[in-house]
């Protein structure tokens, strides 16, 4: 079945130390998306990618990095830089076209202590 | 301000109730579209639409584009309905990018 694979579901950090998150999809989506969710707010985009090795900051994109060597792979970075890095992230997908429904993961919580 | 707002925030309702859930947007948009966020966090879109109404099962969307509102309607409510609901617009331009509302809990009793 195609779709959207994130992991892990769940991940503990030490705080300062960089932590990667896993985005996959066989959708063959030109399109990948980090979001980030809090408690009582909506989604905030992180970074996104219009195709493969290009990305641009979304915007809350200070203290992470991604990279887009794969159009099926979209790993998103979250460094000691980020000042608060627990929270729900998500990764999602679609076709470049305009007017296209997006595909989610199932997302990974972040908890750094 | 919240270029999406939703309405209303939590939502109780017995089961076999008619549901509605209401988005308001305050930009031009070319799409917009409504998802659902079950406990876990995995979210799946339910519609994308740009004007009229849409049907999927027990669930109806509609969108006024002139008064820039939409509402989500769920005929016989069933507590599997129970999730949170969030809406999302599409601005358009080159980059796709999606504003979301901050969701609406809806829980569903028996």
């Known amino acids: 079945d195609g779709g959207i694979t994130q992991s892990p579901k769940y991940l503990f950090r030490k705080e300062g130390q960089n932590v990667t998150l896993s985005c996959e999809q066989n959708?063959?989506?030109?399109?990948m998306y980090w979001y980030r969710q809090d408690p009582g707010q909506g989604l905030r985009l992180i970074y996104y990618s219009q195709i493969v090795n290009d990305f641009q900051k979304g915007d809350i994109a200070e203290g992470y990095s991604v990279s887009r060597e794969k159009k099926e792979s979209f790993p998103l970075t979250v460094t000691s830089a980020q000042k608060n890095p627990t929270a729900f992230y998500l990764c999602?997908?679609?076709?470049?076209?305009?007017?296209?429904?997006?595909?989610f993961g199932q997302g990974t919580r972040l908890t750094v202590v | 301000k919240n270029e999406v707002e939703q309405s209303p925030q939590n939502l109780t309702a017995q089961e076999g109730e008619f549901i509605t859930i209401n988005c308001s947007y305050s930009v031009g948009i070319s799409a917009l579209h409504w998802l659902q966020q079950h406990p876990g966090g995995g979210i799946v879109s339910l519609f994308m639409l740009s004007s009229g109404k849409k049907k999927h099962g027990r669930l109806i969307a509609t969108i006024n584009i002139q008064e820039k509102h939409s509402s989500l309607h769920i005929t016989a409510s069933h507590p599997r309905d129970s999730a949170v609901y969030i809406c999302?617009?599409?601005?358009?331009?080159?980059?796709?990018?999606?504003?979301f509302g901050k969701g609406t809990l809806l829980t569903v009793n028996p």
């Open positions: 959708l063959n989506h030109d399109a």
């Open positions: 999602a997908s679609r076709n470049s076209f305009p007017n296209t429904e997006a595909f």
């Open positions: 999302a617009v599409n601005s358009g331009g080159s980059n796709y990018k999606l504003t």
